[in-house]
């Protein structure tokens, strides 16, 4: 067994026994690169990339070709790192499955892990019963919000398949803020009246930002006249 070896069974033995929560994270990333990179010390190549990209969050959300600018990283390296967020936005996601949105706070713990790692504009549409259960999480639209007309069949499709009494609708700012803008409120309105002509209550329309979200409900926009 070489030096290297001997290392990552060092690190490998110790996650086991201590989780990650108390890697720095250099050693995250070194640890997931033994997977990828079997006959090379990882410990430098972590380190390249986060001086490369500043932090761990933000090589995670590198693209495939940036990743691979970076000495040491190939393409194998550079797919199993674009998997990691994908694989914990499913993970996040599986433990909020047959919940109850009752409540804002409820609707935010739900959203938030469906957005994890996401660099563009996401709509989900979540289709609830009349005790605010969740009949079905489907995302309906990826790009600008702009241009949600195009599926605006496909909300209401969804709500009437699911026998909804009531549609949570969601959107990322990625790499902006939670506050709605001039757009997304006239898009809500668009969808909650249209959805209104079929006897589905639009419940509310939740922005999330980096790790934060608003409620046009809480905010009283939802409620206002279009």
């Known amino acids: 067994m070489g030096v ?4 990552r069974q060092r690190l490998i033995q110790r996650f086991l026994q201590e989780d990650i929560d108390s890697f720095p994270d250099h050693n995250v990333l070194e640890l997931l690169l033994f997977f990828a990179i079997p006959r090379r010390d990882t410990n430098e190549i972590a380190h390249a990339l986060l001086d490369a990209f ?3 969050s933000a090589v995670f959300e590198a693209s495939y070709e940036e990743l691979q600018k970076v000495p040491g990283i190939g393409s194998n390296a550079a ?3 674009k998997l ?3 694989v914990a936005r499913i993970y996040a996601s599986g433990r909020t499955r047959d919940v109850c949105i009752d409540s804002t706070d409820k609707a935010g713990a739900y959203l938030l892990p469906r957005y994890i790692g996401q660099t563009e504009e996401i709509m989900y549409v979540i289709c609830l019963d009349s005790k605010c259960r969740v009949l079905s999480s489907k995302i309906v639209h990826r790009g600008s919000i702009n241009a949600v007309e195009a599926n605006m069949r496909n909300v209401v499709a969804l709500a009437l398949q699911n ?3 009531g549609v ?6 990625p790499g ?3 506050l709605p803008s001039k757009e997304d409120i006239n898009t809500t309105f668009r969808i909650r009246d249209t959805l209104a002509a079929v006897g589905v209550q639009l419940i ?3 922005i999330v930002a980096d790790g934060d979200y608003v409620s046009l409900a809480d905010s009283g926009i939802l409620h206002r006249p279009a």
Not at 4 to 7: A, E, K, S
Not at 168 to 173: D, F, R
Request: charged share 5%; hydrophobic share 45%.
């Open 204 to 206: 509310d329309h939740v």
């Open 176 to 178: 902006g803020v939670a």
């Open 84 to 86: 990691m967020p994908s």
């Open 163 to 165: 026998n909804a009494a």
């Open 54 to 56: 500043g932090s761990l």
């Open 79 to 81: 797919a199993l790192i």
């Open 168 to 173: 949570l609708l969601s959107h990322n700012h």
């Open 4 to 7: 290297h070896d001997g290392h």
